[in-house]
């Protein structure tokens, strides 16, 4: 059942664990701290697609960061992905500061020079018809010139009916993305093993949804640039002979990979979503192209963890039940079959949902402004610190279930 008592973490009990030579989860170097943990074997951060939201994420886990939250598993999908390679890519110390400059940098344009941030911070401050027509370019400039150190236009542009390449098949090359991680990311550290680190694509060919994970694949930065590449604007990405593109395209977060692992663990895990399934009911079309792809991408995660949890449910009463069983039937064939369905650990996932903003429009995932940027990475962080400032929210799940899930902006409500 493993223990139950809530220990004190402190920087100086850092130390390899016990999950293959991984780093102890919860503890960051150097730093000593009143933050209370139970002993989880595994915290996984899982981050899901979004695009241009994604600074959101990195709002989260500079919150994390501060308190002393080390994640020994992380994991996502589409820009969630990048950000997993700049997050596991670096040395704790460095890893706010490295996701700083991705997105400074990627928040200019590919061409020119970005505006001022005085001047960019009047129009986006201004009025709302006024800030919704600054964005609106802003987002175009992201389809005409691309976005510094991330994608380009393909010039000439591709013909539709024209034949060429799986690599050439879309109106943007993703080279510039490829050099920045590169440049960015250490990624001998993202094979070491100090941190779990998995990404997912879909094999273009087969349809078959792909889980690249550092357990039994050694990572490159194609592995991370094969989980964004979203068609048609980002060709399928080659690794080893097969073409991948995103994995949103299946499915938009990788949390069930996390809550279904074996051997099971006592997991602490923080899901943040990109993409709200609850919204308004659009009255014009424009919204109706927003509200679409909050459907589509949100991937239900909250029926998702509901789900996780009746299953959960079903294996830890099923633990509790065999152990009442006598010794004497113990090896009989259905409580041997039942042995290997239950489960006695506990998963306690904190749900992170960006929630729009009036300035939010249907191209909110291209919006690379800099001043939204910015916005998103403070409600990122506000909102990771709420939750982990709720009392209790940290504690290993006592309940039948032995699965809890907390979502700040439900319990707001």
């Known amino acids: 059942m493993g223990e139950r008592k809530a220990m004190r973490v402190r920087a100086s009990e850092a130390s390899t664990g016990d999950l293959g030579g991984q780093s102890k989860p919860g503890v960051a170097p150097g730093k000593t701290r009143s933050l209370v943990l139970p002993p989880y074997q595994t915290v996984a951060l899982v981050l899901q697609g979004g695009g241009a939201l994604g600074a959101y994420q990195a709002g989260v886990y500079e919150g994390l960061h501060e308190a002393g939250i080390v994640p020994n ?26 996701l700083k400059t991705f997105w400074d940098t990627v928040c200019q344009p590919a061409y020119g020079l970005p505006l001022p941030a005085a001047v960019e911070n009047v129009f986006f401050e201004s009025a709302a018809p006024v800030r919704a027509a600054f964005t609106t370019m802003q987002a175009l400039s992201a389809l005409v010139d691309g976005q510094k150190g991330f994608f380009v236009p393909r010039m000439p542009p591709p013909l539709p009916f024209v034949p060429g390449t799986p690599a050439t098949a879309s109106w943007y090359d993703t080279a510039p993305l490829k050099a920045t ?28 949804f792909a889980y690249f994970d550092t357990q039994h694949t050694k990572l490159r930065a194609e592995h991370f640039i094969a989980s964004g590449s979203l068609p048609p604007g980002f060709a399928a990405t080659e690794i080893d002979g097969e073409y991948y593109w995103d994995g949103g395209l ?18 602490l895990a923080f899901q943040v979503d990109l993409w709200s399934a609850r919204g308004p009911v659009p009255t ?8 679409m792809k909050d459907i589509q991408y949100s991937s239900r995660t909250r ?20 152990e009442r069983v006598a010794p004497e039937h113990r090896n009989d064939p259905w409580c041997k079959l039942a042995e290997e369905m239950a489960s006695s650990h506990r998963y306690n996932v904190f749900q992170l949902i960006y929630s729009d903003k009036e300035f939010d429009g249907n191209y909110k995932d291209y919006q690379f402004g800099a001043s939204a940027m910015q916005e998103h990475w403070h409600c990122g962080l506000r909102d990771i610190r709420d939750s982990l400032a709720q009392p209790g929210w940290l504690d290993m799940p006592e309940n039948d279930a032995g699965f809890v899930t907390h979502d700040i902006h439900r319990d707001r409500r």
Do not use: Y
């Open 73 to 98: 598993w992380i994991t996502g999908i589409s820009i969630g992905a990048i950000n997993t390679a700049i997050i596991a890519g670096n040395a704790p110390e460095h890893r706010v500061a490295k």
């Open 181 to 208: 991680l590169e440049n960015l990311c250490d990624f001998d550290r993202i094979n070491s093993g100090e941190t779990r680190v998995s990404v997912a694509a879909v094999n273009v060919a087969t349809g078959n």
């Open 250 to 267: 299946m499915s938009n977060t990788p949390l069930s990979e996390v809550v279904q692992a074996s051997p099971r663990r006592d997991t």
């Open 284 to 291: 014009n079309l424009t919204d109706v192209q927003g509200r």
């Open 303 to 322: 029926l998702v963890t509901d789900t996780m949890q009746h299953a959960q449910r079903f294996r830890h009463v099923l633990r509790e039940v065999l």
